[in-house]
């Protein structure tokens, strides 16, 4: 049906011999392809200290069990951008805690606002939700330092960035997810690896693991594993916990993905390099994060643009599914959600950067296989729509 559409999930071979491999093992729940998945993961982020890492079913429970594992309930308030997708704010909802929604930086950096967070923190607030939106680091050295003064946890929701770096204090790279308290990971089947459904929540802090370790899996003191292979006999249950675990064919996806997770992120920045300079002669348009360099490893996810201030976006939609080119909008704003407007456990004042960008954001085709000539094809459509839609004539 499209020409080019957003994203496109190329499974290798391997991968199929991996799933394959974990079918035939006889052993389906978590277990020792989890273990192995988990152990990879976190030295992929960090081989010299690599974090605590726990596979699990998605990243909104990854939320969920970050949120949980800090003690955040009833009474308290995290703070967590109106641009991003809604989990990041629905998990700290489960928990019953106040949701306080922050503005994003500027129209050329649409992760979170430190300033915005910085004068909505009150007594109340337990934690940070940054995003990493699109890919793009959130500005941790300050939010962290600022947490950290206060008491305030940070929680990086990573969904749109695996095996991505930024600078912290000490001016080295560190992989997004390893710098606040806790980080989420998503591998849904759009993302820049994927297991189909499935997340990572990974923490540095033996305490919180502790606490995720036994949230994941019913609050139980010892696993079905565990008790298969005769290391445990019963159990006992010591917290609230879930069953938020992932299983061994998802994992076994996810260990043969993330071999293939630095070389596709590369691909995806080259990608997002042969986009720029085209996208920069639309007329009007404009492209965040396009001026900022890497810190390190980068992992773009998305690619938004904004169109042109008074553009008619639905118009340009139409115009490029014309052009056989699939695009979308991330997001449409927490705060314009029935459910978040209705809510007494939401808080969402003064949100003028978000509100001036949300109805112009456009997101276009991204992922490690789009050809040069798709890329021009996209810009070429685009730009064609983009001045028919401004004229007001049809594209
Ligand atoms: C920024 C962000 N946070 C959280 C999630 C939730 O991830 P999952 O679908 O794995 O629950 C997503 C998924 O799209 C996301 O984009």
Redesign the pocket.
Known sequence: MWKVSLCDLRLHPDDHRAVAEALTSNWLTMGPRTQAFEDAFALALDPVAPPFAFAVS????A?HMAYSALDIGPGDEVIVPSL??V??ANAALYTGATVVLCDVAAADDLTLSVDDVLAKITPRTRAVAP?H?AGQPADLRRLVAECQRRGIAVVE?V??APLCDALVADGQPRALGTIGDVGCF???SNKNMTTG???MVTTRDPHIADKLRLLRSHGMTTLTLDRHRGHAYSYDVVALGNNYRMDELRAALGASQLARLPDNNRKRTEVVACYLPLLRRIPGLEVPFADRLPQGRSSPHILPVLLPAGVDRQRVQQGMKDAGVQTSVHYPPIHTFTLYKDSDRVRADHLPVTEAVAPRLLTLPLYPDLSEAEVQLVCRSLAAVVQAADAGVSP
């Open positions: 998605n990243c909104t429970v939320l991003t997708f989990a990041t995003v939106y929701d969904a749109h998503s591998f849904f459904e499935g997340g």
